[in-house]
T-cell receptor, first 112, second 117 residues
Framework: SQQGEEDPQALSIQEGENATMNCSYKTSINNLQWYRQNSGRGLVHLILIRSNEREKHSGRLRVTLDTSKKSSSLLITASRAADTASYFCATDAKTGGFKTIFGAGTRLFVKA | GAVVSQHPSWVICKSGTSVKIECRSLDFQATTMFWYRQFPKQSLMLMATSNEGSKATYEQGVEKDKFLINHASLTLSTLTVTSAHPEDSSFYIC?????????????FGPGTRLLVL
């Protein structure tokens, strides 16, 4: 069963605005990762944040992790039309061995 | 970066036939490969974890006799959808974990779109 839930399910913003997506999970984790998927395509790995980290940056991306609340957020600053995609968080559950469970995803639409 | 390929990229078949999908890690050895299924506008659902040289571990609700997984080498895993039916139509994605890297990053294939008529 899926571990993560994300909100919002869909987000529509204007180019140049910031986009924030949230992810919650249920069990203890080693790390949390964010992925991007263009429609009907494979996944692109964006960023990994470990359970002992609270914030991480990569270009226009900023990820936070709050293990006490079992939640994470992905912020995309100065969004571009090319950022239009689905974004998924994924966690590696500490139980059941090494496997990655994906959240439901947020569909982001950036209007030019 | 590490590259994972899938073949075929899309397949259309008649109901009742079997379809084999290949997942290859092109420039690294993958001790573990994962198979996911994704229905339209939904997330990826883990189907099974495949370890080289051993039997795959299937997630609850996934029929192992219907979705046969073989991981015969460190660079190749195959998923065979046996006696496919229209409800098996989906986007199948594999990923490979690079045993040589310190981080637990999976590299995903481009996916295989299966349409069963």
């Amino acid at each position: 069963s899926q571990q993560g839930e994300e909100d919002p399910q869909a987000l529509s913003i204007q180019e140049g605005e910031n986009a924030t997506m949230n992810c919650s999970y249920k069990t203890s984790i080693n790390n949390l990762q964010w992925y991007r998927q263009n429609s009907g395509r494979g996944l692109v790995h964006l960023i990994l944040i470990r359970s002992n980290e609270r914030e991480k940056h990569s270009g226009r991306l900023r990820v936070t992790l709050d293990t006490s609340k079992k939640s994470s957020s992905l912020l995309i600053t100065a969004s571009r039309a090319a950022d239009t995609a689905s974004y998924f968080c994924a966690t590696d559950a500490k139980t059941g061995g090494f496997k990655t469970i994906f959240g439901a995803g947020t569909r982001l639409f950036v209007k030019a | 970066g590490a590259v994972v390929s899938q073949h075929p990229s899309w397949v259309i078949c008649k109901s009742g036939t079997s379809v084999k999908i290949e997942c290859r890690s092109l420039d690294f050895q993958a001790t573990t490969m994962f198979w996911y299924r994704q229905f339209p506008k939904q997330s990826l659902m883990l189907m099974a974890t495949s370890n080289e040289g051993s039997k795959a571990t299937y997630e609850q609700g996934v029929e192992k006799d219907k979705f046969l997984i073989n991981h015969a080498s460190l660079t190749l895993s195959t998923l065979t959808v046996t006696s496919a039916h229209p409800e098996d139509s989906s986007f199948y994605i594999c990923s490979a974990a690079n045993a040589g890297t310190p981080e637990e990053t999976q590299y995903f294939g481009p996916g295989t779109r299966l349409l069963v008529l």
